[in-house]
C-alpha cells in the first residue's frame, strides 16, 4: 500500500535527494497534508485546547506521550474504553512517541539492561519497566495512526564512545520494537535516528535503520543544547540519507526558524511543545517576533497579537484584553493564545506548502531565518 | 418603552402576584427569555470558558463584577478599549453588579461613611473610595446593559438594629445611585432590596425602593448561611411586594434547588458561581446530582456525565476521560466539566420557562426539590 506519497518537491533543491517537499499521507484517521505541524498531546490532551478549538487551529494531526500514558491513566484503562481517540475526543490522527525520551529527561533511571530499561516514575517514585517489546505493545493498546520505536536519547554535549554505545542500543531496540509490533494493519512504525550531532554515527544509524525497515524514519536527539546551526548541519546530513519515499520527522523542534530550515533539509513532521508552553507564560508568537503580554507596553493596545492572523482569538480579542486576562490570572488568557500560537505554526505549515508548490520555497524561507525568539531546549514534554 | 414582558404567568401560582413566570427582557444587545441564568465573568472572563464555547450552552447573557474591573484593568482602561462588550469579546447582554457586596465580603473596611465607604484593595492593600456616584460612573464607562445599584450587604444572622441601619443606608445609596446614573438611554437601572430574613424590614425596603423607582428590582443580601427554607420563605415575601411588570433578580443564588423554588416565587433572573467554581474542582452537575469526579468509581466508566445532556462535553467525552484530566491535573478538566455545569443550568431554565409555558410547572419543579447536593453560601465571587 502506497500510504505516502510525495507531490512536489521544491524545484530549488538543496540537495538532490533532501529538499523542501510536499507530501500526502493516508493514515486510518484520514489523509494528512505534509509538512505537517503536531502540537502535543502529552496526557491526551492539549494543554488548555479542546479539540473543537484544535480543529479549528487548522491542526491536522497531535502527538501524545506514551510514558505519561502508561503511568496514568494507564495503557489498559485507554484500551478497555476504546482507544486513545475515542478516549481523548480527537478523530484525527495521532502519533504516539515512544517514551524513550521520556524515561532518559525525565525519571530517574535504575538500571539500562541490554534489553530493557528499570525506572522510578516521576510522579510517584514507583519502579517501572520499559523495554522495546513492553513500548510497542504499550502503543498498539493506545492505538495511534503511527507509532515509534524505543530509542535513547542522550543530553548532548556528549562523549563519542558514549554516543556510540547508545546507538547501538538504540539500533538493537529498534529491531525488537519491529518484532514487537502487533498491529500493522493500522498502525504505522516509524524508527528513530540517533547519534547527536555526529555525522558518522548518524550514517551509521541510519543505515543500518534502513536495512531493518521501516515505514517512515525520525530523527532524534537534537534541540537538546546544541545551537540552530549544528541542529540544521546535522538535519541536513541526515535527511539525506533517509529514503525518498518515506515520511521524515524531526522529533520535538522546534521554533519557526528551525522548522522553515529543516523542511528546507526534506523533514516532512515536526512536533514541539514551543507554541502552547509559550502560550502558558503569556508569550505570544507573531509575524514580527514574539511578544511578551504582561508587558506594560500593551495595556491599551486594542489590535490583535497579529494583524495577519485570523484565528479565533486574532478576530475577537485585542492585545490590552489577553493582558488582562494574564495580570488577573484567568484561565482564558492560556487558552486564548495556545489557539493562537498554534494557529500561527499552522499557518507558517500551510505557507510552507504553498511556498514549495509555487515553487518560491527559498524566498519565503529566507523571511524565517532572522525570526525573532529566543532559542533552548525545545523537546521538553509539554 | 415597554423594555419587559411577562409573555406566560403559571396558571397554578403559588400566590396573586408572585408566580413563576416568562417574560422576554429587551436590551441593547438583544432580548433575553427569562426566567435567564447569568453565568458569572468576573475579571471580564467568565472562569475557563471563551465566549464561542459559552455561547454554544445557550447562555444568553452574563455577570460581571465592578468590584474587580475597578481595581483590575480599571474603569478608564475598559471604557478606552470599547467598553466591556469589545473588551471581552461578548456580545450578547452583561450586567454588572455595583461592587457593594464585594466591598463589604472581600475587602478590609476602613471607613463607612453616610456616602461612601472607604476599603483596603483585597489584591495589593491600596486605599480605595467607593460610592454611589462612582459605582454608577464606573458601571455608566464600563456600559453593561443593566447596571446595579450600590448597597450594603451584610453577612447573617445579623442584629436587628444593625440590619435596619444597612437597609436605611442602602435606600439612601440607591437614592444617590438613581441621580448618579447618567446612561439611562441605554443602560437599565435596577435597586437592591436588603433586609436578611426580616419580612418587616423586606417590606419596607422595597416600598422605599419602588418611590424611587427603577428598571428593576434585585433581592440581595440572601444565599449568605442561611438555609434554603428561610431563604425561599423570604423571596416569596420580597417578589410579592416587588412590580409585576418590572424584572426581579434574585443575586448570588443558587442550587438547582434554590432556583427552581425561586422561579416559583416570581424570580426572573439568576447569577451564581456554583457552575463554574463546581467544576474547577472536579464536581458536575447531572440530573441524578452531583458527581465528584475524582472518585475511583469513574476511573472505567465510558458514559458522559449526564445521559440527558447534548452540551459539548457529554457529546464527546466519558466520565473516565473527565477524571483522568483531573487526575493528571490538566486544565481541560475545569475547562470541558464548566461548559457542561454551565450547559446544565441553562438546560434547567429552558425546562423551566417550558413548563411554565406548559402549565405544568408545579409538577416539573417537584422533582427538584429533592436534589441532591451540598447547601453553603452561594454568593461568593468566582
Known amino acids: 500500500m502506497t500510504w505516502f506519497t510525495v507531490i512536489k518537491k521544491s524545484e530549488e533543491r538543496t540537495s538532490d535527494n533532501a529538499s523542501g517537499r510536499c507530501g500526502l499521507l493516508q ?38 506521550n506514551t510514558y505519561h500514558l502508561l503511568l496514568r491513566p494507564g495503557a489498559a484503562v485507554v484500551e478497555q474504553l476504546g482507544g486513545l481517540h475515542r478516549f481523548m475526543g480527537w478523530d484525527r490522527p495521532i502519533l504516539t512517541d515512544s517514551g524513550g525520551y521520556q524515561v532518559f529527561s525525565l525519571s530517574t533511571l535504575n538500571r539500562i539492561g541490554q534489553d530493557e530499561v528499570e525506572f522510578a516514575s516521576h510522579i510517584d517514585g514507583a519502579k517501572v519497566v520499559l523495554s522495546p517489546r513492553i513500548a510497542i505493545r504499550v502503543q ?57 550531532t555526529d555525522k558518522e554515527l548518524r550514517t551509521y544509524c541510519c543505515e543500518k535503520l534502513i536495512e531493518i525497515g521501516f515505514d517512515g524514519y525520525a530523527i532524534g536527539g537534537l534541540s537538546v543544547g546544541e545551537s540552530h546551526e549544528e541542529m540544521i548541519d546535522t ?93 488577573v490570572d484567568e484561565m482564558t488568557g492560556p487558552i486564548l493564545v495556545s489557539i493562537h500560537n498554534i494557529a500561527f505554526y499552522q499557518h507558517l505549515m500551510a505557507q510552507a506548502r504553498r511556498a514549495i508548490q509555487e515553487n518560491r520555497f527559498n524566498d519565503w524561507a529566507a523571511r524565517w531565518s532572522r525570526y525573532d525568539m529566543e532559542r533552548k531546549n525545545t523537546k521538553k514534554t509539554d
Open 27 to 64: 493514515t486510518p484517521h484520514g489523509e494528512i497534508q505534509t509538512p505537517v505541524f503536531m502540537p502535543v498531546g502529552t496526557r491526551a490532551a492539549v494543554k488548555g485546547i479542546i479539540p473543537q478549538q484544535l480543529y479549528q487551529t487548522h491542526t491536522q494531526m497531535i502527538l501524545s
Open 140 to 196: 498498539n493498546q493506545l492505538g495511534a495512526d503511527i507509532i515509534m520505536a524505543f530509542d535513547e536519547c542522550v543530553a548532548l554535549p556528549c562523549r563519542r564512545d558514549r554516543m556510540l554505545e547508545s546507538v547501538e542500543r538504540t539500533l538493537r531496540w529498534a529491531r525488537l520494537s519491529r518484532e514487537a509490533h502487533e498491529r500493522t494493519e493500522d498502525q504505522l512504525l516509524f524508527g528513530i535516528a540517533q547519534g547527536g
Open 235 to 327: 538535519v541536513n546530513h541526515t535527511a539525506e540519507l533517509l529514503p525518498a519515499d518515506k515520511p521524515r520527522y524531526l522529533m520535538g523542534v522546534g521554533t519557526p526558524r528551525d522548522i522553515v530550515a529543516a523542511i528546507a533539509a526534506g523533514i516532512d513532521m515536526f512536533d514541539c511543545v514551543l507554541p502552547t508552553r509559550n502560550a502558558r507564560h503569556a508569550t505570544a508568537f507573531t509575524h514580527q517576533g514574539t511578544i511578551k503580554l504582561r508587558n506594560e507596553t500593551f495595556k491599551l493596545q486594542n489590535e490583535p497579537l497579529d494583524e495577519d492572523c485570523d484565528c479565533y482569538t486574532c478576530r475577537n480579542f485585542s492585545r490590552a484584553y489577553l493582558r488582562h486576562l494574564f495580570m
